[in-house]
């Protein structure tokens, strides 16, 4: 999915994309201000490192040292 041809194409996500406040992104390439889920001008290039990251939960059991014994 993250490779995939139907991602979503939005400002937030482009790689002359600033972001300026919560809602706001700063385009280099376009206009001073649009907003972060504007539609997307022909200068438009996916950025990977933009895309929001879901980390998994921390491992939460108790082991001990005698479970892993034979």
Excluded: W
């Amino acid at each position: 999915m993250i490779y995939s041809k139907d991602i979503e194409q939005v400002c937030a996500l482009c790689a002359f994309g600033e972001p300026h406040g919560e809602e706001e992104i700063i385009c280099r390439r376009k206009k001073p201000s649009v907003h972060k889920i504007n539609d997307v001008c022909r200068h438009y290039k996916y950025d990977i490192f933009k895309r929001p990251v879901h980390r998994r939960k921390a491992f939460s059991t108790k082991l001990k040292p005698e479970d892993f014994e034979l």
